[in-house]
């Protein structure tokens, strides 16, 4: 190892630590094992809470299409009025438009649904930063989750198609589980769509050439699951072609 790589590596523990003390500090006391396990064993109800009362709000409200992005993009911005467009167009064919309920493009695809007279969801995360709630959301359309695999059931389970923003991290680890989770046969085949091709073919490229061609990790057939689009009408495109063939129905 070299003493640059050392050095860079030492700066990273520090800054960890110093993350992880202050966040220790924050909290009341440590806990103990036993404490965690009670814990642990009481929030079985309030993770059944949140599945039932996700399951019973959104089996109601119909076809929806589920729009992931960045929170951090601002109004005006290019993806911010892309994402308004696309959902207003979603709406107007008759589907319904879930979002994760916070802002950036969350409030662009909730705004677009809303002002266009469509079914408008928020699926809110608690969060230290960024997350929300936009004042786009149907009233009766928003939900509130403390846990993420919770809130990703219901994406996964209510939505007809995935249109995929420019975002961070986790748009990233949206759109990877559902790519995991089609390709698995554990949920019904449904349109992925990466709107942004300037954004996204420096991704799907390496997906192509390494995951694909160097390594083997996936199937030719694989890529297929993915469409790469730059406008609202090929978005809708996507989605009236492929469910002319296909039964507009819960996932699992």
């Known amino acids: 190892m070299t003493l640059d790589l050392k050095k860079i590596l030492n700066q990273r523990l520090k800054t960890i630590g110093k993350r992880h003390k202050k966040h220790m500090r924050k909290q009341q006391h440590h806990k103990g094992w036993n404490e965690n396990k009670t814990n642990d064993s009481w929030a079985i109800f309030k993770i059944m809470g949140e599945f039932v009362n996700g399951y019973e709000k959104l089996s109601q409200i119909g076809p929806c299409v589920s729009i992931f992005g960045s929170a951090r993009t601002k109004p005006g911005e290019k993806y911010y009025e892309l994402t308004e467009n696309v959902a207003r167009k979603i709406v107007g064919a008759g589907y319904g438009v879930i979002t994760g309920g916070g802002p950036g493009i969350m409030e662009a695809g909730n705004k677009g649904a809303h002002l266009g007279g469509g079914t408008s969801v928020g699926l809110n995360i608690e969060l230290p930063f960024e997350q929300h709630d936009n004042p786009y959301i149907d ?114």
Do not use: C
Request: glycine content about 6%.
């Open 139 to 252: 009233s009766d359309k928003s939900l509130d989750f403390d846990y993420f695999f919770v809130r990703k059931v219901m994406f996964v389970k209510y939505s007809q198609g995935f249109v995929v923003m420019p975002g961070g991290f986790g748009t990233l680890d949206e759109l990877f589980e559902a790519i995991t989770l089609i390709q698995t046969n554990k949920i019904e085949l449904f349109p992925i769509i990466l709107v942004g091709k300037e954004f996204w073919e420096g991704l799907f490229d390496w997906i192509k050439e390494t995951l694909l061609e160097k390594a083997g990790n996936i199937s030719a057939k694989d890529l297929d699951l993915i469409h790469l689009v730059d406008t609202e009408d090929e978005v809708l495109y996507i989605l009236d072609s492929f469910y002319k063939e296909f039964d507009l129905s819960p996932n699992f």
